[in-house]
């Protein structure tokens, strides 16, 4: 049982030793959850409501309009 009671130790140490150089080059780092607290509130925004114009008509009717000329457009032009 003392064999393994040195091994044991020796590893602990070691691993305290890792721990302790880990935690000691670590970058400091600001707390920032308690400057949520200092900060003003600010106002509230003001509400935009979006706005949707249904075109399909308008649409429907331009595009018709440009296919009624492209088809004018392919018949021969008459002599007068």
Excluded: H
């Excluded at 393994?4 to 400091?28: E, I, N, T, Y």
């Excluded at 925004?45 to 249904?54: A, E």
């Excluded at 595009?63 to 457009?73: G, K, M, T």
């Amino acid at each position: 049982m003392g064999t393994l009671k040195q091994p044991l130790l020796r590893l602990a140490f070691g691993a305290l030793c890792a721990a302790w150089a880990c935690m000691a080059f670590a970058p400091v780092a600001d707390a920032q959850f308690f400057w949520w607290f200092d900060q003003p509130k600010s106002a509230q925004k003001p509400r935009v409501m979006n706005l949707y114009i249904d075109r399909t008509s308008a649409t429907l009717a331009e595009r018709q309009l440009v296919l009624a000329e492209r088809l004018a457009s392919l018949a021969p032009a008459s002599r007068v």
